[in-house]
């Protein structure tokens, strides 16, 4: 079982930048496929950034050059620098796990809770 539990989140304002936090239980996360997720009420979860176990990375057209994906194998944590941050940023965002890589879509077996990310103008 892995567990997920991400932190970070909050309100900022259009041009600000926050990091999300992903504390990884359960398996050391160098052997996971990770990503990140974002949905809105309403719309479907769309996949933003994906840390593959190469060390690979895999980004959303909406957010590259805005947003770094990285992990910390010391203290077994993802991240989601996220810079430049605009409206359309606002959602939940999920951190996603998986011993295989389903990339940018949603089928990852493992999911944290969430954490809210609100941008405002």
């Known amino acids: 079982q892995v567990d997920l539990v991400e932190s970070g989140g909050g309100a900022v304002q259009v041009g600000g930048s926050l990091r999300l936090s992903c504390k990884v239980s359960?398996?050391?996360?160098?052997?996971?496929?990770m990503a990140w997720f974002r949905q809105d009420p309403g719309k479907e979860r769309e996949g933003v950034a994906v840390?593959?176990?190469?060390?690979?990375?895999t980004y959303a057209d909406s957010v590259k050059g805005r947003f770094t994906i990285s992990g910390d194998s010391a203290k077994n944590t993802l991240y989601l620098q996220m810079d430049s941050l605009t409206p359309e940023d606002t959602g939940q965002y999920y951190c996603?796990?998986?011993?295989?890589?389903?990339?940018?879509?949603?089928?990852?077996?493992?999911w944290g809770q969430g954490t809210q990310v609100t941008v405002s103008s």
């Open positions: 359960g398996r050391n996360f160098h052997t996971l496929c």
């Open positions: 996603a796990a998986d011993y295989g890589n389903w990339v940018l879509l949603p089928h990852y077996r493992f």
């Open positions: 840390l593959d176990r190469n060390g690979a990375t």
